[in-house]
């Protein structure tokens, strides 16, 4: 079944402490891309990623870091979360950037107290 | 400053009657609009986008219209139903590139 898993899916931590979203896709997709949703400010992109060792930046990368090593997995660290990072997370992926059918994952819900 | 300005945040529709969500935009250099629709608890999914080049495209139900000099584009929705009922997305990016600036969404409800 193609798909983009994210985990967790749920995750409350303490400023400080560093953590990873991991985003796997099983499509052999070449663009993958994290976005944030806050309620009154919609969806934003975070960073995005064109193929193997190819990222760039969205409207808010700050506070935020990316990688991708292999072209399935896609992980979103956060170095020292803060509370304004505290927001909903998806994952996507598709087959050839904005144009084509983007799949996303079932989202990560973060608290950051 | 918000790129792609997005309007209304909330919209209650008749089941039957035509849903309008509107759009602008400031940069210029912006040549691709895609619309996307998220139900809750879900992904947001692409659907439907235009070019400059046309100023209108429809799909099944769902019409864009674009009106390039005044940086705005509009997304109709005839006929709207109560399985209509989600979030809408306007977003814009560049050709070429695959940084996407999202509208602040419209929450639309379809009543019976």
């Known amino acids: 079944e193609a798909q983009v898993t994210q985990n967790p899916r749920y995750l409350i931590t303490v400023t400080g402490k560093k953590l990873t979203v991991t985003c796997s896709q099983n499509?052999?997709?070449?663009?993958m891309s994290w976005y944030r949703q806050d309620p009154g400010l919609g969806l934003r992109q975070i960073y995005y990623s064109m193929n193997v060792e190819v990222t760039d930046k969205g409207d808010v990368p700050e506070g935020y870091k990316v990688s991708r090593k292999e072209k399935r997995n896609f992980p979103l660290i956060l170095e020292s979360p803060s509370p304004n990072q505290t927001s909903l997370y998806f994952c996507?992926?598709?087959?050839?950037?904005?144009?084509?059918?983007?799949?996303f994952g079932q989202g990560t819900r973060l608290t950051v107290v | 400053q918000q790129q792609v300005k997005q309007s209304p945040q909330s919209l209650i529709v008749q089941k039957g009657g035509i849903s309008i969500i509107n759009c602008a935009y400031e940069?210029?250099?912006?040549?691709?609009f895609p619309w996307y629709q998220q139900f809750p608890g879900k992904g947001p999914a692409l659907l439907i986008a235009?070019?400059?080049?046309?100023s209108e495209k429809k799909e099944g139900r769902f019409t864009i219209s674009f009106n390039k000099s005044a940086k705005q584009f509009s997304l109709h929705i005839m006929d709207s139903q109560p399985g209509d009922s989600a979030t809408y997305y306007c977003a814009a990016s560049r050709r070429g590139y695959q940084k996407v600036t999202f509208g602040i969404g419209t929450k639309l409800q379809v009543i019976p």
């Open positions: 996507a992926s598709s087959i050839q950037g904005l144009e084509a059918e983007a799949f």
């Open positions: 499509m052999n997709h070449e663009y």
């Open positions: 940069n210029t250099a912006f040549d691709y």
């Open positions: 235009i070019r400059p080049d046309v």
